[in-house]
C-alpha cells in the first residue's frame, strides 16, 4: 500500500496570506495525485488532479504542483471560506489501492 | 446540477448485512464510473469500492473485499452497495462519490452528503 504523509498537521494562517501544504508518498505516484478540502459537517470537495489540474470552479488561488513523492498545495491568498482540512489522495496504482493522507488542518491564526 | 443522494445507512449489529443505496441527478448516470469511500467520525478518508459505466470493471479495498459488492443500475441512476459481515471497523460514514469519466480512475469530482453506518451490538 502506499502510504501517503501529509504535512504540517495544522497550519495556522491569517486571512490574505499564502499557506502551503505538502504530501508525500512512500513510493512513486507520478502525476497521479489529488487534493481536496473537506469543510466540517460537509463532503469533501475536489480541489486539483492530475497534480496541477484545477478542478471545475476551483478559484484560481489554489495551486497544485510536484511529480513522483513530493507535492505541494499552495492557496495564494487565503479566503474566510478556506478554512478546513485537506487531504491529499493518489490514484496511481492498478489493481486500485488508492490512499488518501491523514490531512492538514487549515486554521485562522 | 450535480447531486448525489445516498440513504440506506442505520445501526446494524456486528455479523449483519446493509444494503446501501446512492441515488444520481445532474449529469448523465452510465457516462460516469462510481466510488463508495468512507469516513469513519473523526478520521480520515478510505476509498472502499469502485465501478466503471458498464460495471465491467469492478474493485474493492482489500479491508472489504469478499464482505461487500458493488453494483449500479444505469436505467434508474442508481449506485449500491451491499455489506455483509459487517464488523465495528466498517463504521463510517458512507458517500457516494463520481469519477471524472467513464472508467474507474479514482478522481471524485463530486460526492454526496454521506449516509451514516453503525456497526454494534
Known amino acids: 500500500e502506499i502510504v501517503m504523509t501529509q504535512s504540517p498537521a495544522t497550519l495556522s494562517v491569517s486571512p490574505g496570506e499564502r499557506a502551503t501544504l505538502s504530501c508525500r508518498a512512500s513510493?512513486?505516484?507520478?502525476?497521479?495525485l489529488a487534493w481536496y478540502h473537506q469543510k466540517p459537517g460537509q463532503a469533501p470537495r475536489l480541489l486539483i488532479y492530475?497534480?496541477?489540474t484545477r478542478a471545475t470552479g476551483v478559484p484560481a488561488r489554489f495551486s497544485g504542483s510536484g511529480s513522483g513523492t513530493e507535492f505541494t498545495l499552495t492557496i495564494s491568498s487565503l479566503q474566510s471560506e478556506d478554512f478546513a482540512v485537506y487531504y491529499c489522495q493518489q490514484y496511481n496504482n492498478w489493481p486500485p489501492t488508492w490512499t488518501f493522507g491523514q490531512g492538514t488542518k487549515v486554521e485562522f491564526k | 446540477e450535480v447531486q448525489l443522494v445516498e440513504f440506506g445507512g442505520g445501526l446494524v449489529q456486528p455479523g449483519r448485512s446493509l444494503r446501501l443505496s446512492c441515488t444520481a441527478s445532474g449529469f448523465t448516470f452510465d457516462d460516469y464510473a462510481m466510488h463508495w469511500v468512507r469516513q469513519a467520525p473523526g478520521k480520515g478518508l478510505e476509498w472502499v469500492s469502485g465501478?466503471?459505466?458498464?460495471?465491467?470493471?469492478?474493485d474493492y479495498a482489500d479491508s472489504v473485499k469478499g464482505r461487500f459488492t458493488i453494483s449500479r443500475d444505469n436505467a434508474k441512476n442508481s449506485l449500491y452497495l451491499q455489506m455483509h459481515s459487517l464488523r465495528a471497523e466498517d463504521m463510517a460514514l458512507y458517500y457516494c462519490?463520481?469519477?471524472?469519466?467513464?472508467?474507474?480512475?479514482?478522481?471524485?469530482?463530486?460526492w454526496g452528503q454521506g449516509t451514516l453506518v453503525t456497526v454494534s451490538s
Open positions: 492530475g497534480a496541477s
Open positions: 465501478i466503471n459505466w458498464n460495471s465491467y470493471s469492478i
Open positions: 462519490a463520481k469519477d471524472l469519466g467513464p472508467m474507474v480512475r479514482g478522481v471524485f469530482d463530486y
Open positions: 513510493q512513486s505516484v507520478s502525476s497521479n
